[in-house]
């Protein structure tokens, strides 16, 4: 690729971008950029505007271009923190299951805490050419779970994992420390048969109890996953309200899940 980028390209590139999720820790160092760059530029303006430009004041150095280009780049690792998440819910489906899902082009090495734990869960997870295999084991076992920043698990699979926390064999404990009230999903899922409390920032999960379908509500974008993940293993049929939630981080997940040999389709509210 060749050729001269403006200033007003890398705007309209920015805008393009902003819609996408970024994860958590990266909204505040997006913060932390923009917020430092404007008080530098306030102080550069009160002392001539001179200060902070190199003597040729090229293009490059202005504020707003700086500012934009930090706010493509965090866009940029948002995206793939969302495509992360997209790929470790899948490899939690494979194992709630019993199933065996390659997860084509999925980098290990960004997924290390949480292939941890899927193997801590009895799943074989196999690092493959063309991505990671993901096998479930037939058994899944309990597990306890603390979110915390990159490289540590992450808050955006908690909510999948306390699904099949639901069938694990034993008790498991999941303590939220990233955000707050990030357990809207524990009413939903109780009301498919789960055994979860929760206190502070945890949440006991007693494992083993057979999900049966219902119609639940999405709150959010992860608790809408754990859902649909939930109404996969549940007895009967389960309805997922308030889908619209799913797309802001899953590209028709309907029909990769059928693809995969679930029974799921979409329907119009």
């Known amino acids: 690729m060749s050729g001269r980028v403006t200033e007003d390209r890398i705007r309209e590139l920015a805008r393009d971008l902003a819609p996408v999720k970024p994860i958590p820790r990266l ?8 917020a430092t760059w404007a008080l530098a530029f306030v ?9 902070l430009r190199p003597a040729a004041d090229p293009a490059w150095a202005s504020p707003s271009y700086l500012a934009a280009l930090a706010g493509i780049a965090l866009a940029a690792l948002g ?10 819910t899948f490899a939690v489906g494979a194992a709630m299951t019993g199933g065996d899902v390659l997860l084509e082009g999925a980098r290990a090495e960004h997924m290390d805490a949480i292939i941890a734990k899927l193997r801590a869960t009895g799943a074989h997870v196999a690092v493959e050419a063309g991505g990671v295999r993901v096998k479930g084991s037939g058994e899944i076992k309990a597990v306890d779970i603390v979110t915390q920043p990159h490289p540590g698990f992450p808050t955006d699979m908690q909510a999948q994992f306390m699904t ?7 008790q ?3 303590k939220e ?3 707050e009230n990030r357990f809207q999903h524990v009413p939903e899922l109780n009301r498919m048969g789960a055994e979860i409390q929760t206190t502070g920032r945890a949440a006991i999960v007693r494992g083993g109890m057979q999900l049966t379908g219902a119609s639940v509500m999405a ?11 939930a109404g996969l293993v549940a007895k009967g049929t389960t309805d997922v309200l308030r889908v619209y939630h799913l797309d802001r981080g899953y590209e ?7 693809a995969v040999g679930a029974k799921v389709r979409r329907e119009q509210q």
Do not use: H, P
């Not at 102080?43 to 200060?51: C, P, Y």
């Not at 099949?164 to 034993?170: D, H, I, P, V």
């Open 79 to 88: 995206a793939t923190g969302a495509a992360l998440a997209s790929a470790a």
């Open 252 to 258: 028709a997940i309907e029909e990769k899940l059928r």
């Open 172 to 174: 498991s404990v999941i």
């Open 219 to 229: 709150t959010d974008l992860r608790a809408s996953a754990s859902l649909v993940l």
């Open 27 to 34: 909204r505040v160092v997006g913060a932390v950029v923009l």
């Open 177 to 179: 420390m990233i955000f």
């Open 43 to 51: 102080a550069d303006e009160l002392l001539g505007g001179r200060a």
């Open 164 to 170: 099949m926390a639901c069938l694990a064999k034993g």
